[in-house]
């Protein structure tokens, strides 16, 4: 093997020595140079992702148990006019309560396909046959009709925790229409806004007493459609806590070792009946 002069050596070295500062300026400036390009080809811009349900935003799943206890607690931080014969007894509500625990707020995205009253009124409908098939409701009661109706998006609230949400319409007999003939008509109903299922309502119905009535079946199936555990009869219910003689009073698991109270009761003299969630 042939040494190398001195001159050779040297010429190499001179040669190697811009490499040598190009790979040490590499290994210094080149990461932040890259990051620096990425992060001008992400920042500033707007990026779009589809999600695999392809609905806007995300509401956190919850059982029957907890969206019936949530909006019993909202309904019972307000005042709210149920139907004629508790309006007596009860002030008119404001659209909205943001005080305490439990906030039932009106939902203002009126534009959206989910927020147009046809919808609800469709969705009310959709729920007062599956209660007739149930047995639930009589079937002489008539479906809503929207030009006699109101229909409210509303969503029940959880304020500590605000992930815990129920979307609900509240249908209600126009105002116009209260001194109308109300035979066999819905008053009143809360219906879900993604489910369709009904968790309160008040009916006028061909039912002429209490005894004609079974509550234990009707409570039995409502739990049933709402899936819901078998009813717990609630033993200790105040006499005076409605204004009529004529209820029931039944005890499902809620959240955090509460409980839910669900009522159904008659109003002999008007021929009313109802199934209610809240106080």
């Known amino acids: 093997m042939r040494k190398l002069s001195g001159k050779q050596v040297k010429k190499i070295s001179l040669l190697l020595i811009p490499a040598v500062i190009l790979i040490v300026g590499l290994a210094v400036w080149g990461p932040e140079e890259l990051a620096r390009y990425r992060d001008r080809a992400i920042l500033n811009q707007i ?23 949530i909006l019993s607690k909202c309904l019972n931080s307000q005042a709210q006019p149920e139907s004629d ?4 007894t009860r002030t008119g509500m404001n659209g909205q309560n943001l005080t305490g625990n439990y906030a039932f707020v009106a939902n203002k995205k009126e534009t959206s396909e989910e927020g147009t009253e ?11 046959r599956e209660l007739k098939e149930l047995g639930i409701l009589p079937e002489e009661v008539k479906e809503l ?9 509303y969503s029940a609230i959880d304020v500590p925790e605000p992930r ?13 229409m209260q001194n109308a003939d109300k035979e066999n008509c819905m ?23 209490w005894g004609q009535m079974d509550a ?21 219910a105040n006499p005076l806590s409605e ?7 039944y005890s499902f698991i809620g959240m955090e070792d509460d409980s839910t109270i669900v009522t159904i009761g008659f109003y002999e003299g008007i021929n009313e009946m109802y199934l209610k969630i809240s106080r």
Not at 85 to 88: M, P
Not at 145 to 153: F, G, K, N, R, T
Not at 164 to 176: A, C, E, F, Q, Y
Not at 217 to 236: G, H, R, T, V
Request: glycine letters at 8%; hydrophobic letters at 30%.
């Open 47 to 69: 990026q779009t992702q589809e999600t695999e349900t392809g609905t806007e935003g995300y509401r956190y799943s919850l059982s029957g148990n907890e969206k019936v206890y």
């Open 85 to 88: 014969q508790n309006a007596q």
């Open 118 to 128: 046809s919808t609800g009124i469709e969705l009310g409908n959709s729920g007062i």
């Open 145 to 153: 009709e929207e030009a006699s109706y109101q229909a409210v998006l």
């Open 164 to 176: 815990n949400s129920v979307l609900v319409w509240k249908i209600s007999l126009n105002t116009d």
């Open 187 to 209: 008053l009143d109903l809360y219906v879900d806004a993604d489910t369709g299922k009904i968790y309160e309502f008040y009916a006028r119905t061909g039912i002429g007493s």
């Open 216 to 236: 234990d079946s009707i409570a039995a199936a409502w739990a049933a459609y709402i899936e819901l555990e078998e009813p717990e009869e609630y033993e200790n």
């Open 243 to 249: 204004n009529t003689p004529y209820f029931k009073k």
